[in-house]
């Protein structure tokens, strides 16, 4: 629930932005612009050195919010008993983790325990304890 509500935060800030000052199509407008400046060779409103800094910091920014928000996401679905499978309520024993799980172990900054159901198909990871 908390990453839909942070996304229905961000997204009315924008809405509201947008409806009380048009601010958002205006910065939409000047980011084409730019883009259209520098593939013409023109002047655009900033240096190219300040527009290319400027999108890359747009785009550092959007993709950090989406990697924060699925791990967010995850976490809140992650087994916190990692004895007991979520789906089926049996036991589970320790599997080792993937390299893509250990990134993910780092980037949530908690240490995690890769199961897999002994009574049914279900992997996943829980939260060590
Ligand atoms: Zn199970």
Redesign the pocket.
Known sequence: MRPVASAVSVASVLLGLELATKAISLAVGRVGSGFSAIMNGLDSHVSTTRFVCGVLLLVLGFLTWLVVTALAYAEQHMARNGDR??????G?HRVKRTKTQKIFERLLGRELSARH??????SGLALKY
């Open positions: 499978c979520p789906s089926c309520k049996g589970t159901g002994e009574e049914c198909e279900w």
